[in-house]
Structure formats: structure tokens, C-alpha cells
């Protein structure tokens, strides 16, 4: 009986140290299991960290993007400078579009990068796919004011270049106008003049002798009928003083007297118009010397 209790108890003895060996090795592979699922959890929890950084970055980065409010301010600033014939604006518009479009490329591709590591890593919660999806909102509408703004411009470039050619065409009509006027003015101010010997005058029918009785009296005066080929221009707002080659000088035509001297210097006449307006009311002037 005492014999067949000892086997009994060692028997319980062996069943108890395999039951201990057993748990202690179900213990420890439980920590073992534990500890990976920790390590899991906190590359899952550093992974979750580094995606909110990104879509937080990429989110910063879209926000960057200022395009100016619906009115675009911008626009009309431009077209204004533009009509003031001012900097260039609208080559600037260009280069803040072509930065902008730059912008949203990248931002599109962090997005694309970010769908990728997130579908490698597993993590593909609900919130995260909400939150990438708002990106792709938010970069879709960057592109829908772009697309407007490039369209302002291109309607900027359209009144700009019509705006460049009534202008063109406003400067050719006061260069037409302001030539014709100089040429105007020109004509009203030259006189036709002629200065020569009485002799060779009258010869020439520019002037001829009139009234008097038998010879007597008879006075010079300028003839109705004279070839133009005879008389030199004289623009008097240039030229205000005539040499004459004689050391004496009548003028014949009726210029008012106030408006002319004739003066001798170092033996030569001279007459100085004193009077430009007055003196070229009269056209031609005949001039007798000897």
C-alpha cells in the first residue's frame, strides 16, 4: 500500500513539473507575442505619426497658394498698370501662374506618394483616406482658380493688345496731325522775297512804274503777274534778319511799317523784322536796291 502511494505521488510529482515546464513556456512565449505586438503597435502609432505630418505639410504647402479672393484684384491691378503703359504686369502674371501650377504639381505628387505608403503600410483608416481625400479636394479647386486666373490673363493679353493698337493708331493720328500743323505753320510763316536792282526788276515784271503825267511822277510798285521762280522762301520764325548785297534798300510791297527796319551794317543793308506776325500778313516782299 505504502509502496503503490509513493508511485502515486511521483507520478504527481512528474505531471506537476511537466504542467510547470508547460506554463512557464506558455509564458514565455505570450511575453515574446506581447512584445511584438507592442513593437507592431508602436511602428503602427510612428507610421500614423509620420502620415498626419505629411498630410499636414502637403496641407501647409496648398495653403501657401494664395490666389487672391474670387473679385481677383490682382487682374484689375495688372490691366490697370497695363493701360498706364506701366511695368510689365502681365508678364509677371504669367510667372506667378507658372509658379503656382509648379506648386500644385508637387502637391499633387506628395499626395500620390503618401496614397502609396499607405497602402504598403496597411494603414488605410478611415480618417487618413478622409483626410487625403480633402487634399485632393483642396488641390483640385487650386487648379479650378488657376485655370480662371490663366483665363483673366489670356483676356488681359486681348484688351492689352487692343488697348496697344488704338493707342498706335491715336499716335499715328497726332503725329499726322502735329506734322501737318508743323507744316501749317511753317507755310503761314514764310514770305516770298525778291531784292534786286530797279532795273533788273522791272525787267523781270516784278515790279513796274505807275501813275504820274508825261513821266513825271510815276512811282514803282510790284506787278499782279510774277513767276514764283523768282522769289526765295524766308521762314520768318527762323530767320528774322535779311543781308541784302547793296548799301541801299526800298521795300515796295505794302508790309506795315512797324514791322520791319532796314539797317546798315559794315555796308551791307540789313532789314530785321521786328514784327514776325505782322510782317508776313503780306506774303511777298519786293525789295529795290542800288
Known sequence: MRKHLQTILAVAVLLLGGATVFVYSQFKHSQADNASLQSANRSTQDQ????IEAI?????????LALGDKTMPFESSTLRQE??????????ALERISLLRAGIERSKHRIDQLERDLHHSGLRTAGLQKLVASLRETTAEKERQVAELTAQVD???VQVGTLTTQVAQVQDTVRVRDETLTERQHEL???????DSKRALT??????????VLGLGRTLAPTARVSDALFQRLDTDEQTVLTLQATKAQVLTPQPASSYELRLVNGRMELHILEPREFRKVRQLVIVTA
Open 155 to 157: 483676356t488681359l493679353h
Open 83 to 92: 493701360r498706364n503703359l506701366g511695368a510689365p504686369s502681365a508678364q509677371e
Open 189 to 195: 510763316a514764310t514770305v516770298y522775297w525778291v531784292a
Open 56 to 64: 499636414a505639410e502637403i496641407q501647409d504647402s496648398l495653403n501657401t
Open 203 to 212: 525787267k523781270a515784271g516784278v515790279i513796274a512804274a505807275r501813275g504820274g
Open 48 to 51: 500614423y505619426g509620420r502620415t
